[in-house]
Each structure stands twice: as structure tokens, then as C-alpha cells.
């Protein structure tokens, strides 16, 4: 006899649903009763899928958890196209109506130091994201890809949070030309874009 689809169907309704307020409304503000009434269960059936509220919140941050992997160079972008395609990303994300951050960033400012398991699995996708960058830099042949993933990094973060203050998508296009000079400045080429213009602060795009 099949399995009944009913139990993993309604975990994922309830992580859905956690997913959306805590990202929304903050995960303080939001406790295990809103999230069982506005699924319409009983506190008990969402206990019987997530033990804790930290559960969820754990289960809620490795949901969003997506391990980067540079793409085959042989067959998709190049490395610089993927390093910039970012930055890309990150203005089409910013113009969203419901971006409210880095999910991570948020988890760790809200919670602090009293979770170490949200700690824990914040630290990680950071990471995951330098090593990404890294191992794309070590593509290009530069000289020091450890410091300038980290450097990239920070680009990221920081667009972020200038735009959650100033809610301007062009922060990323900023954080794009910065990045632009700071891989010139590595020897690597950015084909269509003179090294000159690039090292002076006249990238367009």
C-alpha cells in the first residue's frame, strides 16, 4: 500500500508559511500560534512536524539554504559573467516588493548569540558564497582569490544593506562597478570595458 502524501504535504504547508512570515514580519514577531491559524491546524498538529520553534526556524534558514556551485566553464558563463551576474541578480531582487534582506543576516541580528544553531547555519551560506567566488576566481588566474572572494563578499552584504536603508535597486549596479574595478585591478580582463575607464570609475552597467 502507498504511503499517505498527507504527512509530508502539510510539514511543507507549515514550513511554506513559516517561510513567508518569518521572512515578512520577523521571526520574533512571529510565534507558533500565527503560524498554526493562518494554516488552520491546531498547535499540537505543528508540533507533531517541528518539535520547537527552533526547529522551525532551523528548518525555515536551510530551506533557504542554496548551495552555490560555479557553473562548467566549457558550457556556461564564464567565470567573470558569473561573478558580475550576481550583482545583476541582487537589482532584480532589490526591486522586489517583498525584499526585506538576507534571510541569514536577519535571523543572526534578531536572534544574536543565543541561537548557535542559526548562528551555525548563517556562517555556512556565507561561506558558501565566498567559496563560490573563490573558486571562480581561481578560474581567472588571479593571485589572491581567498581575499578578493572575501572582498566580493562585502560587496554583496553591503549592497544589501544600503538598500533595505535607502530602497534604491541601483545599489547593486554600484556594487557591480566596484567589483568590476576590484577584479581589473587583479589583472583580470572584463571584455567590452576599457582597464582604464574601469580603474578611474566609468564603468557603465
Not at 572572494?149 to 545599489?171: F, H, W
Request: charged share 30%.
Amino acid at each position: 500500500m502507498a504511503r499517505s502524501p498527507t504527512k509530508p504535504i502539510m510539514k511543507e504547508r507549515i514550513l511554506e508559511t513559516a517561510d513567508r512570515l518569518f521572512y515578512l514580519k520577523g521571526i520574533r514577531a512571529i510565534g507558533v500560534d500565527t503560524i498554526a491559524a493562518e494554516i488552520g491546524i491546531s498547535k499540537r498538529t505543528l508540533y507533531n512536524h517541528f518539535p520547537s520553534k527552533d526547529a522551525l526556524i532551523s528548518a525555515y534558514l536551510e530551506r533557504r539554504f542554496v548551495r552555490h556551485t560555479p557553473s562548467d566553464k566549457r558550457l556556461e558563463k564564464s567565470p567573470v559573467d558569473q561573478i558580475l551576474g550576481i550583482f545583476d541578480s541582487l537589482e532584480r531582487r532589490f526591486s522586489a516588493k517583498d525584499f526585506r534582506g538576507c534571510p541569514f543576516i536577519n535571523a543572526v541580528a534578531e536572534l544574536g548569540a543565543e541561537s548557535k544553531p542559526v548562528r551555525k547555519i548563517a556562517v555556512a551560506f556565507k561561506e558558501g558564497r565566498r567559496l563560490w567566488f573563490r573558486d571562480l576566481l581561481v578560474q581567472t588566474g588571479v593571485s589572491d582569490p581567498e581575499g578578493l572572494a572575501t572582498q566580493l563578499v562585502l560587496l554583496v552584504d553591503g549592497s544589501i544593506a544600503q538598500d533595505l536603508v535607502r530602497d534604491d535597486p541601483a545599489m547593486a549596479r554600484a556594487a557591480k562597478q566596484a567589483a568590476k574595478v576590484l577584479l581589473v585591478s587583479a589583472g583580470v580582463r572584463i571584455d567590452g570595458t576599457p582597464s582604464s575607464d574601469l580603474r578611474k570609475g566609468r564603468t557603465k552597467g
